[in-house]
Nanobody, 122 residues
Framework: VQLVESGGDSVQAGGSLRLSCASS????????MGWFRQAPGKEREGVAA???????SYVDSVKGRFTISKDNAKNTLDLHMSSLKPEDTAIYYC?????????????????WGQGTQVTVSS
């Protein structure tokens, strides 16, 4: 499937953003979908993931601030981000995996979007 992210923007610290990922195909049977991010000079890291049963996982640094959700009817994956910090600045990617247990294992994700830039200023 093709994945297209949107919603990236420049915001001040403490602000909120909602990222959205539109899939060209049905995500109903997708075992796991996730959001990853890559900050300048750093490796890409998993941020949040949701499996086919709706179980969610978050990296510790975003717990309580970010919420991942999906709409099977609209074939979209969202990431609601609040209390944003400068360290959240990165390119955010959505990805899809055929494995329920993929969580943040990049090698298990075969479909990736092109990314959307999030910049948080202090």
């Amino acid at each position: 499937v093709q994945l297209v992210e949107s919603g990236g923007d420049s915001v001040q610290a403490g602000g909120s953003l909602r990222l959205s990922c539109a899939s060209s195909g049905s995500i109903y049977d997708t075992m796991c979908m996730g959001w990853f991010r890559q900050a300048p000079g750093k490796e890409r890291e998993g941020v949040a993931a949701i499996d086919s049963d709706g179980m969610t996982s978050y990296v510790d640094s975003v717990k309580g601030r970010f919420t991942i959700s999906k709409d099977n009817a609209k074939n979209t994956l969202d990431l609601h981000m609040s209390s944003l910090k400068p360290e959240d600045t990165a390119i955010y990617y959505c990805a899809a995996s055929p494995y329920t247990t993929a969580k943040f294992r990049e090698a298990d994700f075969g479909d990736w979007g092109q990314g959307t830039q999030v910049t948080v200023s202090s």
